[in-house]
């Protein structure tokens, strides 16, 4: 079969990669084609644009960029008319995507999409759209699939790709030496994001807290997506190490950490790592989400417990001196952290139900042979 698979960020990429890879387990001959990353790249998709150009962040953001993004849209639904697919697999990327739905389904084009939109947060009679241009979804958590009943939609949990990454990563045992961390002392992951965005209104704040630590270890996650230059505030502080690329091992081995909202905080969770979510953005994008925001948590933690788990640290409140009382918690034995540690607990068993790239990539298959009901 052909498919078109759109992924438009970094995590998106990674799970599309491991989509792909069960897909294959199914049909042994695909032809893919589409928007994502290396991941995908590696598992033959051929692609006509990478994620790294089209990785914008906030309302204000997008709207500097409309053009860009119009412009990568409109070469995306050109190429898609032309390459005729059986089905188009969206990963994520709500904006850009629920467009692509739109237009495929305007084409008699199937369409799945894998890991949904965030319609639950805001704008929740987006689900109505979604479920008139959407041929089947596939949802990676627990309380997605209520959500959408609400809307007489049956729509199928698959269970969640970042416990699957999780699973399948061995922790290498000399990540210490060989980034030369002191056995005695503690290490605290710095998790900025993966989005220019996100590190100009996240690392100087990251930056202040270090030096209020100095004698505390402090590894920051960096991606090699983003040009370096974008971590130079960092370089001069004499208790922070760069690690590219290698997120799951310094969790493995911290102590705490410092996380912006998004997917890491519940990679943070599922590892067991005592966490401070943190997010700042510009004051357009925060006044205008302050106001149509629908949920009264901001971290998937807090989210998907239905309760406040770990703190969350927004706006103004993401300061130097509350960072500092809340990390001080977190590396201290005591009931904070025993009752975080408990809570992940919980969360784990809850998303452990199996593979969610088997589980999505099964029900794809059998959904794209199904033959259509005779009038």
Not at 76 to 90: A, G
Not at 292 to 317: D, H, M, P, R, Y
Request: hydrophobic share 40%.
């Amino acid at each position: 079969m052909r498919y078109y698979i759109i992924a438009g960020e970094r995590s998106g990429d990674l799970h599309a990669g491991n989509l792909i890879r069960s897909l294959k387990s199914f049909d042994h001959t695909p032809q893919m084609r589409g928007i994502g990353g290396d991941q995908m790249k590696s598992e033959g998709v051929d692609l006509i644009i990478h994620y790294g150009n089209l990785a914008f962040m906030g309302l204000w953001e997008v709207i500097v960029n409309l053009r860009t993004i119009s412009q990568y849209l409109k070469e995306c639904k050109s190429d898609i008319l032309s390459y005729k697919p059986d089905v188009v697999i969206l990963v994520d990327y709500g904006g850009f995507n629920t467009k692509i739905a739109k237009f495929a389904n305007e084409n008699g084009i199937k369409v799945f999409f894998y890991i949904t939109p965030k319609v639950w947060a805001w704008h929740q009679q987006r689900a109505v759209t979604l479920k008139r241009v959407v041929d089947r979804m596939f949802v990676i958590l627990p309380f997605e699939k209520d959500f959408f009943k609400k809307f007489n939609w049956e729509v199928d949990y698959v269970g969640n790709p970042v416990l699957d990454a999780i699973k399948a990563h061995l922790k290498d045992l000399t990540f210490t030496s060989r980034y030369g961390f002191v056995n005695d002392r503690p290490i605290v992951a710095l998790l900025p994001g993966s989005r220019r965005q996100e590190l100009k209104t996240i690392l100087p704040l990251m930056a202040d807290t270090v030096s209020l630590f100095p004698h505390i270890q402090f590894g920051l996650a960096t991606v090699d997506n983003i040009e370096t230059g974008a971590y130079d505030i960092m370089r001069n502080k004499p208790n922070v190490t760069f690690i590219e690329n290698d997120t799951y091992n310094l969790l493995l081995h911290s102590r705490a950490a410092v996380v912006t909202s998004g997917t890491a905080t519940l990679e943070t969770a599922l590892l067991h790592v005592p966490q401070v979510v943190v997010y700042k953005t510009s004051a357009v994008t925060y006044h205008v989400v302050r106001r149509i925001i629908k949920v009264g948590f901001l971290s998937l933690v807090n989210l998907i417990a239905g309760k406040k788990v770990v703190t969350e640290l927004i706006q103004s409140e993401a300061n130097p001196r509350q960072l500092k009382d809340e990390l001080t918690l977190l590396l201290n034995e005591g009931q904070r952290r025993t009752s975080i540690l408990e809570e992940y607990n919980k969360i784990y068993k809850l998303l452990d139900i199996g593979s969610a790239s088997e589980n999505a990539a099964r029900l794809m298959w059998k959904y794209l042979n199904e033959k259509p009901e005779s009038i």
